[in-house]
């Protein structure tokens, strides 16, 4: 860090209106999104017949867009109207996807060492739909030696036999969409699944043999209550998944409450405040530790060390990622791109043999340097030798007076040759994670 006085910037402090105001909080990439164009997808594929770079693991994400409803936070590319003909030619052109992409040089041969399904609702899928999708991409990218494979469900579409299925099929964490277990703030928010369900689903999955179970919760929706917040936390506890992923609810703009607010103003969406998410995710934090968890991120709570999230932890450490279906995002060789946004569009162009690249960008060294350090930041700790050996950039000479600032505002702390964040700046990490950005990349939507 640099001396005392050196450098020095403002220190960060709360915002006096601390309202959860419309736009994105959550970085999960960087550069951001709205940096990425269509005039760089000719670099996607030079970069598809290269050779991969030797020791660089590869994952596999599916995006399944299938919802019974969409929910009013929800901002997610999702369909709701698709028929059983529609899906099957969805399921389709994902499978030609896959093999498209292994023809090519930089992932022909390549196994992946995680696989995960997100959505949307993968779980959205019948057993007959998910035996077909599994088979027919494996035909093309095996994932047979793949130590991870993730899947996201909604606890009202898990009947015991779709649970059967995933459990022969080779998945190792369901993650269940249980967000709240109050019916009347599950209804509320327009999710699809009602608090009655959760147990059904839960229990099924226990009977089949799941031995990684996450849930998932959110705090500060519509309608949460400090008792009510306090009561998701100690069910959850009861049920003793082996993990817990909690989010602070946000209002991006291409969701339900985004246009409730545009047109009847902030009290038309009665989101809880900043302030108050935060104290809530410290509060479960908390719980979650003296019933013996640990905390492994800004965002997730683990029972065992064992558990690991490897989606998260290699692509957070610059894995390539293959991102199949509509909208998907990939990163490959330190090119990252976005599958077409809409369905037609995205089915069409394989069904007319093309790969459906909608727009991308080549990141510079340092713009890869910055991806891993911010991201890295929401585990709660960074170590110095790791990018000095791999960009030959010492992060705390690098960033020194972000370092400086937020050390200064309690934020984290340089020790033992790294940066740790404190409990105050892991509780609002992504809000800290733009003072990183290039100049450039500052004081624009993520998105």
Known sequence: ??????????????????????????????????????????????????????????????????????????????????????????????????????????????????????????????????????????????????????FECEPGTLQESKIKILRELGVTRLSLGVENFDPTILEINNRAHRAVEIDRAYNYAREVGFEQINIDLIAGMIGETQANWE???????????????????????????????????????????????????????????????????????????????????????????????????????????????????YVDRIEAGELPIHRSLVATPEERLIREFILQLKLGAVRDSYFREKFGVSVIDRFAPQLDRHAEGGYLRVVNGGVQTTRTGLLQIDRLLHDFFLERHRETRIA
């Not at 419309?22 to 670099?43: D, I, K, L, M, R």
């Not at 292994?102 to 609702?121: C, D, I």
């Not at 047109?263 to 900043?274: H, K, R, T």
């Not at 065992?304 to 995002?329: C, E, H, I, N, Q």
């Open 231 to 345: 009561s998701c936390i100690e069910k959850t506890i009861q049920r003793k998944p082996e993990s817990v992923t909690i989010y602070q609810m946000e209002i991006p703009y291409n969701t339900t409450n985004y246009r409730r607010m545009r047109e009847g103003g902030p009290d038309a969406v009665p989101v809880a405040d900043w302030r108050t998410k935060r104290r809530w995710l410290d509060e479960a934090f908390a719980r979650l530790e003296e019933a013996g968890y640990l905390i492994g991120s800004a965002y997730t709570a683990v029972r065992d060390p064992s558990v690991k999230f490897l989606y998260r932890d290699a692509l957070w450490t610059g894995a390539d990622m293959l991102g199949l279906g509509v909208s998907s995002f990939s990163h490959l060789g330190g090119v990252h791109f976005q599958n077409e946004n809409h369905f037609d569009p």
């Open 1 to 150: 860090m640099t001396e005392s006085g050196s450098h020095k910037l403002p220190i960060l402090k709360d915002a006096p209106d601390e309202a959860s105001a419309a736009g994105s909080y959550f970085v999960a990439n960087y550069p951001p999104f709205s940096f990425w164009t269509p005039e760089h997808n000719a670099e996607v594929h030079r970069r598809l017949d290269e050779a991969p770079t030797p020791g660089v693991p590869l994952g596999l994400y599916i995006h399944i867009p299938f919802c019974r409803k969409r929910c009013d936070f929800c901002y997610y590319k999702v369909y709701t109207d698709k028929n059983a003909r529609a899906i099957h030619r969805y399921l389709d052109a994902v499978i030609a996807e896959a093999g498209a992409y292994a023809a090519r040089s930089h992932l022909a041969g390549r196994a992946p060492r995680f696989v995960y399904f997100g959505g949307g609702t993968p779980s959205y899928l019948s057993a007959p739909q998910l035996e077909y999708l599994f088979k027919g991409l494996q035909r093309h990218i095996s994932w047979e030696g793949a130590e991870e494979i993730a």
